[in-house]
């Protein structure tokens, strides 16, 4: 496929591991290529990476699934999905070019002889498109298929060692597991065909703006890297809070719920990009390695920690915009009795030298009154001396807010007078957007992470031994909830902010919840 005209992106071309990895021409196989997830995300993705112009000279997409269609329906549903979801419209004079290069095989994906077709459709489309035979291999279908479709890419011959050129590379959604036994059982079933070195496990978060820029505000500004630790820091709030209800995920959230949905993978991994030692290279490998000592750094909670410092509940009837909700026992596909969580906040300690006594306090939830994701840092109070003596009146304190969505940039609030003879302090907000700083939208995470996967850059994507570290660290908690026979979790109204219990807690450390 020839690239548009548009000039490159830069912030698309940068590699996080090293400025000299680009894209190289390949194919990009989606498993599930009918699916949800190749509708919103994947094929608006690819759309935007092309009008960008960063797309490989020589690319192609071939989706697989069992769904009853051919390459021109297959064209017509990738169109549909871009029309609907991508930030940018279609530009009529690329799209003729751009649908050229989608293809569909259609197949059960136990199914051996769909493998043998795979195979044959892509050593007709390759050469045809000058493509050398490298492959990504991208799994966008439920955990349980991922044993038989890797063994079958194995069998069917279509994956090549590490060692070998052409490249195969997979890409793996979340989530990777259900607990510690089950991460490791997949990870043991991706490796029988694939070395660690060709396996991408995505977490979207990583690719936002915002949290890639968490390393450079930290590391290429003289003035926050000195205060980031215990002396400075009273405590660091992270919140991933959605509006919406489960809707039509209800059958995978009542297995999954919000610890095993948000925590373990995104809200831990945002923890490590806020927490990290400063590596000594931007390489991937060092990236990650820092990355993972937080996680093999983060405090294990025995049971009678785990019942005072974690909290769980579910959203009850309310309100949303104005109309009337149901709670998340009524919801469709949700049991009666049910017991899964649709928030749960926490507080955790990382024990090492920067960040011992430092509370970390997480939260997310579904039904609260509005989408936002963000890291804050509070610093610690001004001494009780000069503006700050008055205990019915004191200073408000510094906090370093990054917003991840949706309006990605950050603020510092800090304290300045109120104009006029008396001295009367009042905090004010120094704020960066990045809209409006760069005058353009932000590239989707998806664009940046499949880039990544096309140049071999690995720096954003977690490693097996992260994964696992992550599990082994919430396993207890979720342990703790099977056997603790706890019939009826606590409710929040549709629309607030999560149960009081979520306020005692944090309020318990005499301190409270941001409001966003």
């Not at 017991?339 to 939260?363: A, H, I």
Request: proline share 8%; with cysteine.
């Amino acid at each position: 496929m020839s690239s548009p005209t548009p000039a490159p992106s830069p912030n698309l071309l940068t590699a996080g591991s090293s400025d000299n990895l680009f894209p190289q021409p390949c194919t990009l196989v989606i498993f599930g290529g009918s699916g949800d997830l190749s509708n919103r995300k994947l094929l608006p993705a690819i759309y935007n990476l092309a009008l960008d112009g960063v797309l490989p000279t020589n690319f192609a997409v071939v989706g697989f699934a069992i769904d009853d269609l051919d390459d021109v329906r297959f064209r017509a549903f990738a169109r549909n999905g871009i029309d609907k979801f991508s930030r940018r419209p279609v530009v009529p004079e690329h799209w003729s070019d751009y649908e050229r290069s989608l293809f569909y095989v259609r197949g059960s994906f136990n199914e051996a002889e769909a493998y043998q077709r795979l195979k044959a459709r892509l050593e007709e489309i390759e050469p045809a498109a000058g493509i050398p035979g490298n492959r990504v291999f991208y799994l966008a279908i439920p955990p349980s298929l991922i044993d038989v479709s890797v063994r079958q890419l194995a069998a069917a011959e279509l994956v090549r060692p590490p060692t070998e050129l052409p490249f195969s590379r997979i890409i793996v959604e979340k989530p990777i597991g259900r607990d510690l036994a089950s991460a490791r059982t997949l990870n043991d079933t991706v490796a029988q065909a694939f070395d660690e070195s060709q396996v991408y496990r995505i977490d979207h978060y990583l690719g936002k703006e915002t949290v890639q820029n968490v390393m450079v505000m930290r590391f290429g500004n003289a003035i926050f890297e000195p205060l980031w630790n215990q002396k400075y820091v009273d405590h660091v709030q992270i919140t991933v809070a959605e509006e919406e209800g489960v809707g039509t995920r209800a059958r995978y959230y009542e297995e999954a719920g919000a610890t095993r949905d948000m925590v373990q993978n995104h809200m831990l991994q945002l923890l490590c990009t806020i927490a990290m030692e400063p590596p000594w290279s931007n390489a991937a490998e060092v990236v990650r390695d820092y990355k993972l000592a937080v996680l093999r750094c983060l405090r294990p909670m025995a049971e009678d920690e785990i019942d005072k410092s974690v909290i769980r509940a579910q959203y009850g009837p309310g309100f949303e915009h104005g109309v009337d909700v149901p709670g998340y026992r009524r919801e469709e596909g949700v049991k009666p009795d049910s017991t899964t969580e649709t928030y749960v906040c926490m507080k955790l300690f990382v024990d090492n030298w920067r960040w011992s006594g430092v509370p970390f306090y997480l939260r997310h939830g579904k039904r609260l009154p509005k989408r936002a994701t963000e890291i804050a840092v509070q610093f610690k109070d001004v001494p009780e001396v000069l503006f700050n003596r008055r205990p019915q009146t004191p200073v408000e304190p510094n906090v370093l807010a990054l917003r991840i969505q949706p309006d990605e940039g950050m603020s510092l609030r800090i304290c300045a007078k109120l104009p006029g003879p008396k001295v009367k302090i009042y905090p004010v907000k120094m704020d960066f957007r990045y809209g409006s700083t760069f005058g353009e939208q932000s590239p989707e995470a998806y664009e940046r992470l499949l880039l990544d996967v096309m140049a071999g850059d690995p720096t954003l994507f977690m490693r097996r031994d992260a994964v696992e570290a992550s599990w082994r660290w919430v396993t207890p908690i979720l342990d703790r909830w099977k056997h603790s026979g706890t019939r009826w979790l606590p409710e929040y109204p549709a629309g607030t902010w999560g149960p009081l219990e979520a306020d005692k807690l944090i309020a318990s450390d005499s301190r409270k919840w941001r409001t966003l």
